[in-house]
């Protein structure tokens, strides 16, 4: 039986969120575009699990480019380096950190990815806050999460997801300018906005 949603995500194993991962692969290339991701760019994977995303990212930026893959949980980014190791992929750099305090000195992007983290994060504002802190003037974020007003067939419960207005409050209170929010499908919704000088 499947267990409750909880926060910390101890009700799910790291291969049962590859595979929830994989079930939203399609969803990728149109957070890719809306940063105009592309061959040798360096780019923050915010909260990347075990790692389905980043490989995809890491595909994207080819072998000249980088993926920094943060992640608070060592279990969820040691599945992502056996997939590494399996796949000789070798531009995905793994932090195990809370990317709400983490300081990130020698990180050097000008591109984030935070997708289906904000509603398992305990603070979600001092995260968007820090990723700001992180990130050159002028860098693009995209923020995805999934809809309250969805079915709920899929991801999160109801209760726990997140409205797009509290997302886009949160951003702008970071120092982002949101550019553009929009529904994905009935279940997902993402946000594109670019860190302030
Ligand atoms: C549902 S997974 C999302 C994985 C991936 N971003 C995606 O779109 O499929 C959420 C991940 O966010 C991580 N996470 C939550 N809060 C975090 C924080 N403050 N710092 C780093 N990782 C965090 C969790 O450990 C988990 O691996």
């Not at 039986?1 to 399609?26: C, G, I, N, T």
């Not at 994977?45 to 949980?73: K, T």
């Amino acid at each position: 039986m499947e267990q409750p949603f909880r926060k910390d995500m101890s009700h799910l194993s790291w291969d049962e969120v590859y595979a929830r991962q994989m079930k939203r692969a399609d969803l990728v290339p149109e957070w890719m575009d809306a940063l105009a991701l592309k061959a040798g760019d360096r780019v923050l994977e915010v909260g990347a699990g075990p790692g389905y995303v980043s490989l995809v990212l890491a595909e994207r930026v080819g072998p000249q480019g980088l993926v920094y893959a943060i992640d608070r949980s060592a279990e969820a980014l040691a599945h992502l380096e056996r997939l590494q190791r399996e796949r000789g992929v070798s531009q995905v750099r793994r932090l195990v950190a809370d990317a709400a305090t983490l300081d990130g000195e020698d990180l050097e992007a000008n591109r984030a990815l935070c997708t289906m983290v904000l509603h398992h994060a305990d603070d979600a504002a001092a995260l968007l806050r820090n990723l700001y802190r992180l990130l050159p003037p002028h860098s693009r974020i995209v923020v995805a999460e999934f809809h309250p007003q969805g079915p709920c067939e899929v991801g999160a419960p109801r209760e726990h997801r997140l409205a797009p207005e509290q997302v886009q409050a949160w951003c702008e209170d970071a120092g982002f300018r949101v550019l553009d929010m929009r529904r994905q499908t009935p279940e997902h919704y993402m946000l594109v906005a670019e860190r302030a000088p």
